[in-house]
């Protein structure tokens, strides 16, 4: 038993000194690194579409002009160019097919997030500067510098985002859960906390529900706040796949080629 206190101690100590090191993290790092490519697209895809959705009834609003109902009795163009980004982020345009597809790669997202939070982890000595920018790096530093900086301060809110696109894909998965967690009884008949947390969790995703924010009470300053706020944040996973990107090639796809020339 000591020997094994030991040994838990000495891997311990060397994950919190020198991280680098640690066979676990490279591996970790692999499935980071591949699962980002395999997903990166997607994420660029949902994160600027879901960025946009932000402000999908003022989209609407903007597209249900007075001259199309006037003059052909029905919406134009641009109402359903804006229903079809709706369905294309919530459906991939394939129906419920496609609303599960969004599941699933929800629950890869959240795997890419939480494996990216664990190899964050620089070492005790230099944990501070992954929070920050540096100046007079070469872009190769600034690149991941970049990178993880904006993964640490944003990874709550991806967390949040994926946590809750699940939760819109298999909602009936979600009540059946909070039924189980905590049925109906007479007493706690529509108070119950799990209804409170499926609706919030709801809430959380869009960042908007007719103008209701958070903890706003209508339209206005604070309410158009909240969704800018939902909007540079939606944005953040778009930013990770082009700094993902640049490193991918740098480190992995060019020297592949590299070598494949001289062959």
Request: charged share 15%; proline share 3%; net charge positive.
């Amino acid at each position: 038993m000591d020997l094994v206190a030991q040994r838990l101690k000495a891997a311990w100590q060397r994950w919190v000194q020198t991280p680098q090191k640690v066979f676990l993290r490279k591996a970790v790092f692999q499935v980071h690194l591949w699962s980002g490519v395999a997903l990166g697209l997607y994420i660029f895809f949902i994160s600027v579409t879901g960025s946009v959705l932000v402000y999908r009834n003022e989209l609407y609003f903007a597209a249900i002009s007075e001259t199309d109902r006037q003059a052909e009795g029905s919406p134009g163009i641009a109402y359903e160019l804006v229903t079809t980004l709706i369905d294309l982020h919530d459906n991939l345009l394939a129906g419920e097919t496609g609303r599960a597809v969004n599941g699933v790669a929800a629950i890869a997202v959240l795997l890419v997030a939480c494996t990216g939070l664990f190899i964050w982890w620089p070492g005790v000595r230099r944990w501070r500067r992954s929070l920050t920018l540096r100046r007079g790096v070469g872009w190769k530093r600034f690149t991941w510098d970049l990178h993880s900086a904006v993964g640490f301060w944003t990874f709550a809110w991806v967390v949040m985002f994926a946590v809750s696109g699940v939760y819109l894909c298999f909602s009936q998965g979600f009540h059946e859960i909070a039924e189980w967690l905590q049925p109906v009884t007479v007493e706690n008949a529509g108070q119950r906390f799990v209804d409170d947390f499926l609706y919030w969790l709801a809430f959380l995703h869009f960042g908007r529900i007719n103008g209701i924010g958070i903890p706003c009470d209508g339209p206005g300053l604070c309410d158009q706040s909240v969704k800018a706020i939902w909007a540079i944040f939606g944005i953040a996973p778009a930013a990770m796949f082009v700094t993902g990107s640049i490193m991918w090639w740098n480190r992995v796809l060019r020297r592949w080629l590299s070598r494949m020339s001289l062959r």
